[in-house]
């Protein structure tokens, strides 16, 4: 029996899904999908400039399955340009995260936030002093 795919972690859902050449019908093309984990581990490899240790760290896999799902998030989208193909973002086995986490000094009462990620912060950017705790949730801006 085959082991059930373990979710990947994304922090970045962006609104746009789709991607199309430009001046040619959608009857005329062929479509391929992409999916949501794979867009992030394109996002994290190529734009970022992770490396696949840090960004299958990032994305809660081994580095060998961040880099699995990287090449062929890169395959398909070498298809796409190469052979006039649509873009269709979506499916995949993926759980949103929160994009950063947020903490408060007692020493100075800074909040500051530290991306998803980062492991926990050495000390307050402000008064580098290491009294500090991790809020459960980010406060609403008043």
């Not at 789709?18 to 984990?37: A, Q």
């Not at 499916?91 to 009462?109: M, P, W």
């Amino acid at each position: 029996m085959v082991r059930p795919q373990k979710d990947r972690m994304v922090a970045f859902n962006p609104e746009i899904s789709y991607f199309k050449p430009r001046g040619i019908p959608m009857i005329d093309l062929e479509e391929i999908c992409l999916t949501v984990d794979q867009r992030e581990a394109i996002r994290l490899s190529d734009l970022l400039g992770m490396s696949h240790e840090d960004a299958g760290r990032r994305m809660g896999v081994s580095r060998a399955t961040f880099g699995r799902i990287i090449q062929r998030a890169r395959n398909a989208v070498a298809d796409a340009l190469i052979n006039g193909k649509a873009i269709n973002v979506e499916g995949g086995s993926y759980r949103i995260v929160n994009k950063a986490r947020l903490f408060h000094c007692i020493n100075c009462n800074l909040e500051w936030e530290e991306p998803f990620g980062s492991g926990r912060p050495k000390c307050c950017p402000s008064c580098k002093e290491n009294e500090f705790y991790r809020l459960g949730k980010k406060r609403s801006q008043k």
